[in-house]
């Protein structure tokens, strides 16, 4: 029993990191038809933001407040990955609006690039983030059920940030502003809101989503310059599952696959798991070609 | 100077041109260039095969790795098991499986393996394009359908140790029909049979593209809908080409194997499938000459940068994906023709499709568009 709890803690923890890369994805995807390839690269400028402030706490802070260094670079991840998404939109992606397949590939470069300049600014090895000592142990539940702090803590920061997100997307100005641009952008743009602003906004805003997630995964593991290229096409399958337009089929791919990739990597093995997972998700989109949660339309396409 | 002269008479004369270049090439390149020179032309085969199903038919596959590699592993199943004289090939003794596994059987014959080789790719195109076209999965979806498809084939490859190689891939071949792989003359009559096939396939997929059926392609890039309404079942051609461009990756990786003697998961990876895209962007799309065209000059601009500069080969092979996007997106090849046509160096049938299609696009975009029918 405190195994199979144990195994379903493992696939939620690991759907809330997908969650996270996710939803910055769903929403340039839905908002923008713009795929971006360079999103994993913002989960790698992440994780090596919280490495650089850990490095500057050991060296210029005393040992008692190193602790603290985390909350501060959840911040500074988010932060200077918004500015690079920013940039990176007004720079490319804006000439790129309606040619879905071509921003693909020019993201893809940009993925090239950045990877690359993380080799050469980090170094090509990985290199491990300490967590602060508040994070190390676990909640003890029973003799064979510890839950790791570290990865309670990364799923309630996904809470934090879905509940943010949602406020901001139902309850706020801009967030009411960019709903309306993703369903009617003509009717949105005669209406006076300025969809170029609520592109780029989304675009650095996702970005910036993808530079927590690249926060929490120092506490999963060590971190190297291709960090984001393996979360990335997870992450898309989680858009593809779960459908453009809503939080909540965000949320139910990602806990799908995230659950049932576990499972399976636990039941069969690493490789099959994998396989099981990928023909799954086929077998879905047989039934619901457009995933799980839709906005509903009477668009042919 | 001022030349007049017909689009079907220029693709004659340069079909002609590239043959002469090919046999040519032996007299002038050494051993090695000619060995690299034969694999670029192998690329260039599924660089066509990306052209019929990205340039005409707006399909955009990072998958072609995939079918590349079945058909290359395919090869070098049947040349392992000939360089094992009979006897279990090594990697599977050093993974402890004692017997050869079912499904290597028919790769004990020659033609069996090439016609697999082949078969095997066009399969799983089929299975994956047919379940997706059918419930109309978008463009995009598909790529990254598509994409999945790489990773989970080559973790399949690397875990599956016993029976594919792992991370290692398959190597040490020694003969080929009873040729030994290793002495020149076997190397160049590869190269000849490599530069045949690609004359074959250019004058095959040439063919397809100006006939109906690629007239029909060309509509479904651009307007998939309208296709349905006239009565066409745009599935039935989009499967099509995709399995025949699976295929045509399949028959390069036989090629690429008996050349290169060795195939890995390395190259069937995310990034050689995405590669492989770039080739056609740089050429031209919807030009067959220029899958061609850029299957060779990119891949020998990699292997020149990377021998001199290994670690600043990524950064210009992203600067080229972001470069052809924004300012090239017709690629060298459709480039050179507009400007032939500004100069008036063509006469009757001028517009590439792509062109057409890039004016088209705009009135087309607004009644197929989500966001605005919604």
């Keep these: 029993m405190g195994l199979l709890l144990l195994q379903l803690f493992n696939g939620i923890s690991l759907s809330s990191i997908l969650l996270l890369i996710a939803l910055g994805l769903a929403i340039t995807f839905g908002l923008m038809n713009v795929i971006n390839m360079a999103h994993g690269e913002f989960i790698m400028i992440g994780a090596y933001m919280a490495y650089t402030i850990q490095q500057l706490f050991q060296k210029f802070v005393p040992a008692s407040a190193f602790g603290w260094y985390f909350i501060l670079s959840i911040g500074v991840a988010f932060a200077v990955a918004f500015a690079i998404g920013w940039l990176l939109e007004v720079t490319l992606i804006r000439f790129l609006y309606g040619r879905p397949l071509d921003s693909l590939l020019a993201t893809w470069g940009v993925s090239l690039v950045l990877q690359q300049l993380a080799r050469q600014i980090f170094g090509a090895p990985n290199v491990a983030v300490k967590a602060p000592e508040w994070l190390e142990g676990g909640l003890v539940l029973s003799e064979d059920l510890t839950l790791p702090y570290k990865r309670l803590f990364i799923i309630g920061l996904v809470v934090v940030c879905i509940v943010i997100i949602y406020l901001y997307q139902y309850h706020s100005r801009g967030g009411r502003n960019m709903q309306a641009v993703m369903q009617n952008r003509g009717m949105a743009s005669c209406l006076g809101i300025s969809t170029r602003r609520v592109d780029a906004q989304a675009f650095a805003f996702g970005s910036g989503m993808a530079g927590i997630a690249g926060c929490a995964l120092t506490l999963v593991g060590p971190i190297g310059p291709s960090i984001g290229t393996y979360y990335i096409v997870d992450a898309f399958m989680v858009v593809v599952l779960g459908g453009i337009g809503k939080i909540i089929g965000t949320v139910a791919g990602a806990l799908g696959i995230g659950v049932l990739n576990t499972a399976f990597e636990y039941t069969t093995s690493a490789t099959l798991g994998k396989v099981i997972v990928f023909t799954l998700i086929i077998a879905f989109l047989q039934w619901k070609p457009s995933g799980l949660v839709t906005t509903r339309s009477r668009a042919l396409d | ?374």
């Design chain 2, 1 to 374: 100077m001022h030349l007049s002269l017909s689009n079907t008479k220029i693709k004659i004369a340069f079909t002609l041109v590239l043959f002469a270049l090919m046999l040519a090439a032996p007299m002038f390149l050494s051993e090695f260039r000619l060995s690299l020179l034969g694999k670029f032309l192998a690329y260039a085969i599924i660089a066509m095969g990306l052209d019929l199903i990205w340039g005409y038919t707006g399909i955009l596959s990072l998958g072609h790795g995939v079918y590349f590699g079945l058909g290359a592993y395919c090869m070098a199943m049947h040349l392992k098991l000939v360089a094992s004289h009979g006897e279990l090939p090594d990697f599977m003794s050093w993974s402890g499986i004692e017997k050869l596994p079912a499904f290597w059987l028919p790769f004990q014959s020659p033609a069996a393996a090439i016609l697999l080789a082949i078969l095997v790719p066009m399969a799983v195109a089929f299975l994956l394009g047919y379940l997706t076209f059918r419930n109309r999965i978008k463009g995009s979806f598909f790529s990254i359908l598509s994409q999945a498809l790489v990773i989970i084939t080559v973790t399949l490859f690397v875990g599956q140790q016993g029976y594919t190689g792992g991370t290692n891939g398959l190597t040490n071949f020694d003969s080929f029909l009873g040729l030994s792989m290793s002495e020149p003359s076997t190397k160049l009559m590869f190269y000849y049979i490599t530069a045949f096939v690609v004359i074959a396939t250019l004058i095959l997929c040439q063919w397809l593209a100006s006939s109906r059926l690629g007239k029909i392609l060309v509509a479904v890039r651009d307007a998939e809908n309208r296709v349905r309404f006239i009565g066409y079942n745009p599935v039935t051609y989009k499967v099509f080409i995709y399995c025949f461009s699976a295929g045509l990756a399949g028959l390069a990786g036989i090629l690429f194997v008996l050349q290169e003697g060795i195939v890995s998961p390395a190259q069937m990876g995310i990034v050689p499938s995405i590669e492989m895209v770039l080739w056609v962007a740089i050429g031209g799309r919807a030009t067959i000459f220029g899958a061609i065209l850029g299957a060779v000059i990119t891949n020998a601009a990699k292997t020149s940068f990377s021998e001199a500069y290994p670690e600043w080969w990524p950064i210009i092979l992203g600067a080229m994906f972001i470069v052809v996007v924004l300012f090239l997106p017709k690629g060298i090849v459709g480039t050179c023709k507009e400007l032939a046509e500004k100069r008036g160096w063509f006469q009757g049938k001028t517009r590439s499709p792509l062109q057409a299609s890039s004016q088209a696009r705009v009135t087309l975009d607004n009644d197929t568009n989500p966001a605005v029918t919604k």
